[in-house]
């Protein structure tokens, strides 16, 4: 029998299965996850609670010293028609490429302040019922001051069949962030790299041809940033990024008449979205590209055919004309002759 391949996900949004899950968010805290179980479904969801019920955080955020531990707590609903144990995890977060939070996966290996959560190994829930269970985060003494992400999740595993037969197995889970800023000096960075610059032309000689810029963003200081850029005057917002994380950026095109070398500055802007009073350095890039007006050269050159063409007829009529005329004149003279030879 071929062995089962493992999937995870992570849920958010309206009840779905687990084929169809997305990665944990700010709704994920209070949408319930449905995934298969023999004939009947489990379907559960998991919130930031106190230790006397579901409160009503999106996530978990707290700012704690290094070498300090505080408790936190989470709620595990069960609205499933069966008792349930579900498996309790907590990992390193990330943003992914298209700007949403996610959790590392289950097979893969957390560094930072997935690390520093504990929590039960599982919980079992019975029908209809909540529990509330606590977990502990304790930042390491020797942690760097700023923001770390992680999540925290309840999952349940089970079993499928693939269209080929094979058994898959599928780890479907549900959380939210959980967001530690260890206490210190806050440094919020942003770097742009890898700018560059394309002009597409418009074989239209009488509309403007599209600027496409691309860039990288890095939060390179130690706090979560917001970022996006600024360029003619139009701001765009392009997400969220975690210390250390990047994201390449492309922009939407701009239309630009083709008048040889041509520059656009681009800034991007970066801010502390937990609201702290930081002032962002903004980073300017300039861009200088060339951009060849070949449809306009080529009506040009169009236009110039036809001048050149013109030029060409009038003067071979003109000489066609002057020597039609010169030999009317000569024929002219010519006859006059014969007349008085014969007088």
Known sequence: MKAPAIVSALVAGA??????????GAAAAASPSTAPSGDDAITWSVAPATADGVDKRAWVERTIEPGESVTEYLAVRN????????????????????????????????????????????????????????????????????DHAAGIAASV??????????QIGVDSRIGFRVMTQVAGELAPVIA?????????????????????VRYTAENAGNTQL?????????????????????????????????LGLISAEVIVQGSVPRGDAIEVAPVTETIVVWAVPWAQLVVLAVIAAVVFS???????SKASVARLIEEARAEGRRERQETGARA
């Open 15 to 24: 009840v779905a299965t687990v084929m169809l899950a997305g990665p944990i």
């Open 79 to 146: 609205l499933g028609a069966g008792t349930t144990t579900f498996s309790l995890n907590a990992a390193d977060g990330y943003f992914t490429e298209t700007g949403r939070f996610n959790m590392l996966k289950a097979n893969e290996t957390s560094t930072d302040a997935g690390t520093w959560i504990s929590v039960a190994d599982d919980v079992t829930v019975p029908s209809g019922a909540t529990e509330i269970v606590p977990f502990t985060i304790t930042v390491p003494q020797n942690a760097t001051p700023g």
């Open 157 to 166: 595993s089970s079993v499928g069949t693939a269209s080929d037969g094979a």
């Open 192 to 212: 742009v790299s890898g700018v560059d610059a394309a002009y597409a032309p418009s074989w239209n000689p009488f509309a403007p041809g599209e600027l496409s």
């Open 226 to 258: 917001s970022f996006g850029e600024e360029a003619a005057g139009a701001v765009t917002t392009r997400g969220d990024l975690f210390p250390g994380e990047e994201r390449r950026v492309t922009m939407e095109p701009r239309r630009v008449w083709p």
């Open 310 to 316: 013109v030029l060409i007829s009038r003067r071979r």
